[in-house]
């Protein structure tokens, strides 16, 4: 799909008409050093209907292969591949974020916008409320939802808008939960049904320099020197017995 072309142009025509930028996600199809790719896509425009920014999903969920005994299938994997990082881009007076569904789980994603000077983080979601591999984590999947953006909002310092698909679609349940979240990590805004609604805050980008500026002020207090594993490991490594190989130290 185009993000621009005759199906979409009246988003664009709309936000120049009354000012208003929006963010959108699409599947993207693009050609790049004669391979075709494709990308879980998303992209931010601006009050004049110009595309300022453009992210691809990092974190692919799901799986690449048909497997029958799920309710549905979630093939992310088989029909996209991860992007490669995560940008950030002056936008609306402020700096501005993107990451796309499964992205926002992952402390990383914020992390790394968050030592860009992020303050506002705007994240798509399609997330069922069952999770056919964890069923025990169904009853939890609307608290998880907030908990991960409220702690990437609080921890670096940012704004995090953070925008579901609700309600059923072919069948299947969604959870919702569209939201704003303050760089306290306070929910000021949200919806509370499954049906069509606009949730509403005033956004003081300001408000962020209180925490990037104290608790999280990256250039006082991190310690990168410690943080080693998580770039130098994938995961965690399994020995033949089972047991997790730890560092030596």
């Known amino acids: 799909m185009r993000c621009r072309g005759a199906e979409t142009q009246a988003l664009f025509n709309l936000a120049r008409e009354i000012g208003i930028g929006f963010y959108l996600g699409y599947a993207e199809l693009t050609v790049e050093a004669g391979i075709v790719r494709r990308y879980n896509t998303s992209i931010l425009v601006d009050r004049s209907g ?38 950030v881009t002056e936008a609306f007076g402020g700096v501005m974020g993107m990451a796309i569904c499964n992205d926002r789980r992952w ?6 916008m968050g030592l860009q000077g992020v303050e506002m983080v705007m994240i798509g979601y399609n997330t069922p409320v069952h999770n056919p591999p964890a069923p025990e984590h169904d009853d939890l999947s609307l608290f998880h939802n907030h908990l991960v953006m409220q702690a990437g909002a609080y921890q670096n310092g940012t704004f995090v808008v953070g925008v579901a698909k609700a309600g059923i679609e072919e069948g299947v349940d969604h959870v919702g939960g569209s939201c704003i979240i303050a760089p306290s990590g306070e ?11 606009i949730a509403l805050a005033r956004c003081d980008l300001d408000l ?12 006082v207090h991190r310690q990168p020197r410690a943080y080693g594993p998580i770039v130098e490991r ?3 490594t399994i020995m033949a017995d089972g047991t997790p190989v730890r560092p030596k130290g």
Do not use: M
């Open 50 to 87: 110009a595309i300022v920014a453009r992210y691809r999903k990092v974190h692919l969920p799901g799986h690449a292969e048909h497997e029958p005994w799920r309710k549905f299938q979630h093939l992310e994997k088989r029909y996209f591949e991860p992007g490669s990082g995560f940008g």
């Open 107 to 112: 402390s990383e994603t914020y992390r790394v």
């Open 187 to 197: 929910i000021i805004a949200r919806c509370t049904t499954k049906g069509d609604e």
């Open 208 to 219: 962020c320099n209180s925490y990037k500026r104290t608790t999280f002020n990256f250039d």
């Open 234 to 236: 994938k995961g965690v």
